[in-house]
């Protein structure tokens, strides 16, 4: 569909109905996430997003419902993106200490970079007039990632390799630890660029080491 079509006519031979082209809402998600990490999202407008996504207003309200249904999608889509991987670090036939390595190497690389970073900035600066939007991004996000932890903390005591008695407290301590000093500076510009690859490596190593000392077996 072009954006000097009707957004709602109907789909011809060959073509994709309105709403359902997935290269054009990346198009449109692409050109939101330009606007919303310049502005944020109170200072974004639909008329910006359009001229940064190349579209009309008319094709943009096709895919996506309002502004916040636009932010919702383009955290979605980030998130995924971010998280989709991570998980797999645990579920190899690596050593305990090297899968744990993996995985807090990737979320530390991953929670210190600058487009997550950015886009934390954008939910917690919306979260007073939107809470259950900055709650839904947590829970889909950390909270979904935490829970994975502690399920596989659960197995590695089963098989035991660990002697955990509160794995989801236990994880939260491993993602804390492997982020200590590096997440929070750049989360309030502290520092502003993003931490080096040894700075992190050597955050993770403590972090696992640590982790190991107090529950390994």
């Known amino acids: 569909m072009t954006d000097t079509e009707t957004p709602d ?36 407008s639909m008329n910006d997003i359009c001229r ?23 955290i979605s889509r980030k998130r995924e993106r971010f998280y989709r991987g991570l998980e797999e670090e645990l579920n190899t036939d690596a050593p305990l200490k090297h899968r744990l390595y993996l995985f807090t190497r990737r979320m530390a690389d991953m929670l210190c970079s600058d487009e997550v970073i950015r886009a934390q ?20 996000g950390a909270s979904q990632t935490h829970r994975s932890l502690a399920a596989f903390l659960e197995r590695e005591c089963a098989a035991g390799r660990l ?24 989360l309030f510009a502290k520092v502003r660029e993003k931490p080096s690859s040894e700075e992190i490596e050597r955050t993770v190593t403590s972090a696992v080491e640590m982790f190991l000392a107090r529950y390994g077996v």
């Open 9 to 44: 006519q109907p789909a011809r031979s060959g073509r994709r109905a309105a709403g359902e082209d997935p290269a054009k809402r990346d198009q449109i998600l692409d050109g939101a996430g330009v606007v919303f990490m310049e502005k944020g999202f109170d200072g974004a």
């Open 52 to 74: 940064a996504a190349g579209v009309s207003k008319g094709t943009l309200y096709v895919y996506f419902e309002d502004k916040l249904d636009l932010f919702q999608s383009l």
């Open 121 to 140: 900035r954008i939910i917690i600066g919306s979260a007073e007039k939107m809470p259950e939007m900055a709650g839904r991004f947590y829970d889909a």
């Open 163 to 186: 002697r955990i008695d509160d794995c989801q407290l236990a994880g939260s301590q491993l993602a804390e630890l492997a982020t200590a000093g590096l997440w929070r500076k750049r």
